[in-house]
T-cell receptor, first 112, second 116 residues
Framework: SQQGEEDPQALSIQEGENATMNCSYKTSINNLQWYRQNSGRGLVHLILIRSNEREKHSGRLRVTLDTSKKSSSLLITASRAADTASYFCATERQGGSEKLVFGKGTKLTVNP | DAGVIQSPRHEVTEMGQEVTLRCKPISGHNSLFWYRQTMMRGLELLIYFNNNVPIDDSGMPEDRFSAKMPNASFSTLKIQPSEPRDSAVYFC??????????????FGPGTRLTVT
């Protein structure tokens, strides 16, 4: 079964607005990662947050993690048309193998 | 660094034919992953290797699928015989597994497979 489930499935905003995507998961984790996929391309790693961290920033990206609720959010501030892509969360299970389990993604469209 | 290299980028074949997908991981990485992506099922892990040894192949759909990693710089995913339901984009990813640090995976561009 899917470990990570992103919400919403699709999001359409105007350039300059902020975009927030959420991810929920089911089991205890070592870390949670966010990836971006442009149409027709492979996934690109954006940011990793460990289970003992609550918030992390990278440029215009802000990720939060709430292990008590088993949820994470990805915030993209001041969005640009180039941010149009699908965004996936992936979890590395605690005590498990090194493999990641991906959600089905949020498709973000940023309109110019 | 050329990144993860996959070939071919596109493959169209007829049902029943053998298909071989190839992957060259990033030099120095010790873990390699094969994924399949479809609209219906999303991104599924098929198999992964660590130090060239298969660790988890529980995602391989059936015996028609096989994967090998003869050395640290090359892996293949073979489907024999292929079926229309195997049509998907197949991704290879690699990572440097450092215990306790979490792993960031680097994806190749994918192979789009169409089985008619």
């Amino acid at each position: 079964s899917q470990q990570g489930e992103e919400d919403p499935q699709a999001l359409s905003i105007q350039e300059g607005e902020n975009a927030t995507m959420n991810c929920s998961y089911k089991t205890s984790i070592n870390n949670l990662q966010w990836y971006r996929q442009n149409s027709g391309r492979g996934l690109v790693h954006l940011i990793l947050i460990r289970s003992n961290e609550r918030e992390k920033h990278s440029g215009r990206l802000r990720v939060t993690l709430d292990t008590s609720k088993k949820s994470s959010s990805l915030l993209i501030t001041a969005s640009r048309a180039a941010d149009t892509a699908s965004y996936f969360c992936a979890t590395e299970r605690q005590g498990g193998s090194e493999k990641l389990v991906f959600g089905k993604g949020t498709k973000l469209t940023v309109n110019p | 660094d050329a990144g993860v290299i996959q070939s071919p980028r596109h493959e169209v074949t007829e049902m029943g034919q053998e298909v071989t997908l190839r992957c060259k991981p990033i030099s120095g990485h010790n873990s390699l992953f094969w994924y399949r992506q479809t609209m219906m099922r999303g991104l599924e892990l098929l198999i992964y290797f660590n130090n060239n040894v298969p660790i988890d192949d529980s995602g391989m759909p059936e015996d028609r699928f096989s994967a090998k990693m003869p050395n640290a710089s090359f892996s293949t995913l073979k489907i024999q015989p292929s079926e229309p339901r195997d049509s998907a984009v197949y991704f290879c990813a690699s990572s440097l597994d450092i215990p306790g640090q979490g792993l960031e995976q680097y994806f190749g561009p994918g192979t789009r497979l169409t089985v008619t």
